[in-house]
Nanobody, 125 residues
Framework: QVQLVESGGGLVQAGGSLRLSCAAS????????GGWFRQAPGKEREFVAV????????DYAESVKGRFTISRDNTKNTVYLQMNSLKPETTAMYYC??????????????????WGQGTQVTVSK
């Protein structure tokens, strides 16, 4: 069982930056790909980014390419999401998740076995 805890969310003005962190309770997290999803009020949870267990491969939603960067430090059992040039439509609850299905089902919510509780990101105009 992998427990995930997100942090780093908050209120920021449009154009600003935030870095989200996802800390895992187990060293076995390094064997999983780490993903970020977000869910705005009234909308479905959507894929944002994912990084392979080694950190050598990443994928991003088209809407965040060039602005967001996902990374990980397996010595700290932590995955990060650097978010730059934030827009008001970025406002959502951001969730960290872990999957062993990278390359097969890593773009969908159903592909992830473990989830954090989420951290709120609010971008003001």
């Amino acid at each position: 069982q992998v427990q995930l805890v997100e942090s780093g969310g908050g209120l920021v003005q449009a154009g600003g930056s935030l870095r989200l962190s996802c800390a895992a309770s187990e060293r076995t997290f390094s064997a999983y790909a780490g993903g970020w999803f977000r869910q705005a009020p009234g909308k479905e949870r959507e894929f944002v980014a994912v990084i392979s267990w080694s950190g050598g491969r990443t994928d991003y939603a088209e809407s965040v390419k060039g602005r967001f960067t996902i990374s990980r430090d397996n010595t700290k059992n932590t995955v990060y999401l650097q978010m730059n040039s934030l827009k008001p439509e970025t406002t959502a609850m951001y969730y960290c998740a872990a999957t062993d299905a990278y390359g097969r089902d890593h773009l969908r919510v159903s592909g992830y076995a473990y989830w954090g509780q989420g951290t709120q990101v609010t971008v003001s105009k």
